[in-house]
C-alpha cells in the first residue's frame, strides 16, 4: 500500500529564506505526483503536477523536483515571502487511482 | 483547469439527523469523482471513488451506509451522511478527473465544512 510521507511537520523561517519541503513515498511505481497549498479552513490549490518521466517543474520561485526510483520529491520555495504562509501537500497518482496524500508541512514565514 | 463548486460550504446539524453534500463539475463531464475527507491536523483521506451511473467504491474503513454516495450525472455527484454523529464532523473535499488537464490531473472542490452538535 502506498504511504506518503513529508518532513518536516512543520517549520518556520523569516522573510527571505529559501526553504525545501521534503516528500517520500513508498512505492516509486507513480503516474504522477502533485504538490498542493492549503490555506487554513480551505480547499486545495494546486501548484505542480510532475509526471513520472519528469525530473523537475518550475513554476515563479517554486521548484519541484522528482526522483522516482528512490520515492523522493521535494519544493524548494526561493526568497521566502509572509504569504506563503500556508501548508503544503504533496500527493501521488499511481494508475487508475486517485491521488494519496501526505499529512502536510506547515509553513510559517514571520516579516 | 476544472471548476469544481460544493454545496454547503458549511453546514452545522444536529447529532442524529442527515446530511446531504453536492459536488459539481462546472465546465466538464466528469466520469469519476473522488471524496475525501480532513479532520483538523491531518491529511486527506480518500473515502470512495464514485463513477457515473455505477456504484461507487468505497476504501477500507469507510461504511457504505453511512456515507452514501450518488453519482447520476457526469456533471453532479452527492455525498450523504446518514446519522450523522459529532465524530463525522470533518472537512470534506471532492474531487474530479479529467478538464483540460487530461485525464492525470485531479481538480479539487473548495470543501465542505460539516459540525455535528
Known amino acids: 500500500k502506498q504511504e506518503v510521507t513529508q518532513i518536516p511537520a512543520a517549520l518556520s523561517v523569516p522573510e527571505g529564506e529559501n526553504l525545501v519541503l521534503n516528500c517520500s513515498f513508498t512505492?516509486?511505481?507513480?503516474?504522477?505526483l502533485q504538490w498542493f497549498r492549503q490555506d487554513p479552513g480551505k480547499g486545495l490549490t494546486s501548484l505542480l503536477l510532475?509526471?513520472?518521466?519528469?525530473r523537475e517543474q518550475t513554476s515563479g520561485r517554486l521548484n519541484a523536483s522528482l526522483d522516482k526510483s528512490s520515492g523522493r520529491s521535494t519544493l524548494y520555495i526561493a526568497a521566502s515571502q509572509p504569504g506563503d504562509s500556508a501548508t503544503y501537500l504533496c500527493a501521488v497518482r499511481q494508475a487508475g487511482t486517485a491521488l494519496i496524500f501526505g499529512k502536510g508541512t506547515t509553513l510559517s514565514v514571520s516579516s | 483547469g476544472a471548476v469544481v463548486s460544493q454545496h454547503p460550504s458549511r453546514v452545522i446539524c444536529k447529532s442524529g439527523t442527515s446530511v446531504k453534500i453536492e459536488c459539481r463539475s462546472l465546465d466538464f463531464q466528469a466520469t469519476t469523482m473522488f471524496w475525501y475527507r480532513q479532520f483538523p491536523k491531518q491529511s486527506l483521506m480518500l473515502m470512495a471513488t464514485?463513477?457515473?451511473?455505477?456504484?461507487?467504491?468505497?476504501e477500507q474503513g469507510v461504511e457504505k451506509d453511512k456515507f452514501l454516495i450518488n453519482h447520476a450525472s457526469l456533471t453532479l455527484s452527492t455525498l450523504t451522511v446518514t446519522s450523522a454523529h459529532p465524530e463525522d464532523s470533518s472537512f470534506y473535499i471532492c474531487?474530479?478527473?479529467?478538464?483540460?488537464?487530461?485525464?492525470?490531473?485531479?481538480?479539487f472542490g473548495p470543501g465542505t465544512r460539516l459540525t455535528v452538535l
Open positions: 474531487s474530479v478527473t479529467g478538464g483540460t488537464g487530461g485525464t492525470d490531473t485531479q481538480y
Open positions: 512505492d516509486s511505481a507513480i503516474y504522477n
Open positions: 464514485s463513477n457515473e451511473g455505477s456504484k461507487a467504491t468505497y
Open positions: 510532475i509526471q513520472s518521466s519528469q
